[in-house]
């Protein structure tokens, strides 16, 4: 069964560690069919992933036991009919203006920093939503 899963973290890495992060999540990501983006803001990550239920949840686990990331947690986990993120193992979503004021629009009075954290399941696969069609436009 395809699922999602949608996740928060705080950042333990440096800025020059997200190269080797994502080459290294595209390589595995890519051997077990999973796909999906990553969303670096203020030290928080905000992760899509997407797949066979089964190898969404094995990749969840090498990311809640990796030292570069703290206080994880799950924002949703659920069945899709289709992938959002199908050309990318995993795509980096940066940060742009037209993010922040996405991530503004859909947690409305809270600080930038607090606000990654505030999102709830909806308003965050609306989020990854979004910025998977503005990508395709690029």
């Known amino acids: ?9 705080t950042s333990l890495c440096q ?3 997200i190269p080797q992060i994502l080459e290294r999540s595209r390589t595995l990501n890519a051997q077990s069919e999973v796909t999906g983006a990553l ?3 203020e030290g928080k990550f905000l992760q899509y992933l ?7 949840g094995t990749v969840y686990g090498r990311i809640v036991k990796d030292p570069r990331h703290k206080d994880c947690r799950q924002i949703d986990c659920r ?4 992938r959002i993120f199908n050309d990318w193992s995993m795509t980096w979503l940066p940060h742009t203006f037209g993010a922040g004021l996405l991530i503004d629009a859909l ?11 505030a999102l709830d399941a909806t308003s965050a696969g609306a ?3 979004a910025l998977s069609k503005l990508s395709q436009r690029l």
Request: glycine share 4%; no cysteine; hydrophobic share 45%.
């Open 127 to 129: 989020f990854f939503y």
């Open 50 to 56: 997407e797949g066979d239920e089964a190898a969404v």
């Open 107 to 117: 947690v409305p009075h809270k600080r930038h920093a607090d606000a990654l954290s």
């Open 79 to 82: 069945l899709i009919s289709v």
């Open 1 to 9: 069964m395809l699922g999602r899963l949608i996740y928060t973290s």
């Open 15 to 17: 800025s020059d560690d």
């Open 39 to 41: 969303f670096l803001h």
